[in-house]
């Protein structure tokens, strides 16, 4: 494949995802929260928003992996069709985690073994047998 034919391709799946996002948010968003179905999602089943686009993310991986091993020539518009809707999971869990961290003034994280603290000015190493002494052990 030549660049510019690559670049083609890249440019027409980004056209694609984006004309297929905007036509979904219709039918799966309210007018105050675009992300309503993983939160509402998240309400009926206990799970995270970001659990519950994972479980509808695994759903369209299936479906390319099982189209990958099956052995069989599949029309472009279903290669298409079903690397877009996965693009589009990512690009709504992408949403999701931003939604969720925003009010955040600090993240937690771990970093190489260690416990971090990720806030607006660095990151810090947490004492974790400090911590546990603070809280009593627990």
Not at 46 to 58: K, M, N
Not at 71 to 77: A, F, N, Q, W
Request: net charge negative.
């Amino acid at each position: 494949m030549t660049h510019e034919d690559f670049d083609r391709v890249i440019r027409q799946q980004i056209h694609r995802t984006t004309g297929i996002l905007l036509k979904k948010q219709e039918e799966y968003a309210t007018d105050d929260d675009r992300l309503h179905n993983f939160h509402a999602g998240s309400g009926l089943t206990g799970r995270t928003p970001e659990q519950v686009c994972g479980g509808f993310l695994l759903k369209h991986i299936i479906s390319i992996f099982d189209m990958i091993e099956d052995g069989i020539p599949h029309d472009l518009d279903i290669w298409n069709e079903k690397i877009s809707d996965a693009i589009n999971y990512l690009l709504l869990l992408r949403a999701i985690v931003e939604d969720e961290v925003v009010d955040w003034d600090e993240i937690v994280f771990k970093k190489k073994g260690k416990i971090v603290r990720k806030h607006k000015f660095g990151e810090e190493l947490i004492d974790e047998s400090a911590r546990c002494a603070d809280s009593g052990g627990d």
